[in-house]
């Protein structure tokens, strides 16, 4: 049998290409149209409530649910299991305007549209996937993520403490984890632990532990700089007895679970710095056409004008670095790269405009009324989260090198 000839093979790849072209186009498009509908929900249901609700310091569950009924946390989610298979443009795109809403809201992208649920996805078991991941989805449920130790954030396999001796037909874990997000209202958490100490890296192994076990413990650390509708935590685990079935991936395979969790969690926390940054332009362009200094309003002032520049142009490069990982993902492509140079650039750019906005408002941005206190604050968070920004430079300068390439778990992860 003779094999398809050469012209009519290379006809057949320019047909696909064009077709993926036409694909992104759509994609690109939808998630525009998506991040539109994020921005005016925000508008109307949250920005007016926000202060009072600042105030009652309550978990706001209701707009948690609201988000899940409107799709935002299942762009990359099959309808089968109550996704809206957006993609991960959308998901960027939602993450980037919730951001731009309210920062504090927008941890909820990882926690219930990526780390979350995603990590579930692609190592679970169909049990766990069945039991957890549409309630994620939904808002029904709420997740968190275990990885980080009082000892130890960049450093988490290195500082690990926490502990997982298999009993039986189960595992028992004992240790603690600090700096978590939603502990004390989650329904469910991935807890990292090692199996075997003696074994670096290859000693990590990933739990599905519902927050409900004995001896699981979230206790709030107060974080006043952060506002209260995004609590933080320290986690005990004291005992904390999980059956074999909880394994999320197999024994000692936690590292690269947490790598490729982390990868998502990176794209998420780029569209969010993106989304922060475009809030403190927005804020600085409003006030420095409304404020006025020796007579003239300070938008006219050339410093000013060098700085609403900077943040302009950088605030749109960031946007289309992440915009290129969100569309690597989308083509079925691991993004370990992209994301990484994405979330280090996003980060600065963010920490840039922040610091300019506030200096733009000069004595105003310390206002409680005003929200640049808190976004100063945010964008340092996220700076840190995810890797911190030197972690990053650091693995962007070895892959750049050809020392340590970034995407050396393609394959491990593609094939799991």
Same mark, same amino acid.
């Given at each position: 049998m003779s094999v398809t000839t050469a012209p009519a093979a290379v006809g057949d790849t320019d047909e696909a290409r064009r077709a993926a072209l036409l694909e992104r186009a759509e994609r690109a498009d939808l998630a525009r149209e998506i991040g539109d509908l994020v921005q005016e929900w925000g508008r109307r249901e949250v920005r007016p409530t926000i202060a009072a609700r600042e105030t009652a310091g309550e978990f706001p569950r209701d707009l948690y649910a609201q988000m899940g009924q409107m799709?935002?946390? *299942?762009?990359c989610f099959p309808p089968e299991v109550g996704g809206t298979g957006a993609g991960f443009r959308a998901l960027a795109a939602v993450s980037e305007k919730l951001a731009w809403v309210y920062p504090p809201l927008s941890a909820s992208m990882n926690l219930q549209a990526a780390t979350v649920p995603l990590t579930i996805a692609n190592w679970g078991t169909p049990e766990q996937r069945e039991r957890w991941v549409p309630g994620l989805l939904t808002g029904e449920l709420l997740g968190c993520n275990a990885m980080t130790e009082p000892d130890g954030g960049s450093d988490f396999l290195g500082a690990?403490?926490? @502990?997982?001796?298999? &009993? *039986? =037909? =189960?595992?028992? !874990?004992n240790g603690a984890k600090m700096w978590i997000t939603n502990a004390n209202v989650a329904d469910v958490a991935i807890v990292y632990a090692k199996t075997d100490p003696a074994a670096g890296h290859r000693g990590v192994t990933a739990f599905v532990v519902p927050t409900a076990t004995p001896g699981f413990e979230a206790t709030r650390v107060p974080c006043r700089g952060l506002g209260k509708l995004m609590p933080t935590n320290s986690v005990s685990l004291t005992d904390v007895r999980v059956p074999a079935s909880a394994l999320l991936g197999a024994e000692g395979q936690g590292?690269?679970?947490?790598?490729?969790?982390? =990868?998502?969690? @990176? !794209?998420?926390v780029a %569209? $969010?710095?993106?989304? !922060? #940054?475009? %809030?403190c332009l927005d804020a600085a362009l409003a006030y420095a056409d409304e404020r006025t200094a020796f007579g003239d309003k300070i938008g006219s002032f050339q410093m000013v004008k060098k700085q609403l520049a900077d943040m302009t142009v950088e605030v749109a490069a960031a946007r289309g670095l992440v915009a290129e990982a969100a569309a690597r993902y989308d083509e079925g492509d691991l993004a370990t790269r992209e994301s990484s140079i994405a979330k280090y650039y996003a980060g600065e750019v963010c920490n840039r405009a922040a610091q300019a906005t506030a200096e733009i408002f000069g004595g105003a941005a310390f206002m409680d009324e005003l929200p640049i206190g808190l976004y100063l604050n945010f964008a340092k /968070?996220?700076?840190?989260?995810? *890797?911190?920004?030197?972690?990053? #430079?650091?693995l962007?300068? &070895? &892959?750049? /090198?050809?020392?340590k390439r970034m995407d050396?778990? $393609?394959?491990v992860l593609k094939s799991s």
């Open positions: 799709g935002f946390f *299942g762009c690990m403490r926490t @502990r997982a001796v298999r &009993d *039986g =037909d =189960d595992y028992v !874990l590292f690269v679970v947490a790598m490729n969790a982390m =990868d998502y969690g @990176r !794209l998420t %569209a $969010r710095s993106v989304g !922060l #940054a475009q %809030a /968070l996220w700076q840190t989260g995810e *890797g911190s920004a030197n972690i990053q #430079a650091v962007i300068a &070895d &892959d750049a /090198l050809g020392w050396r778990h $393609r394959t």
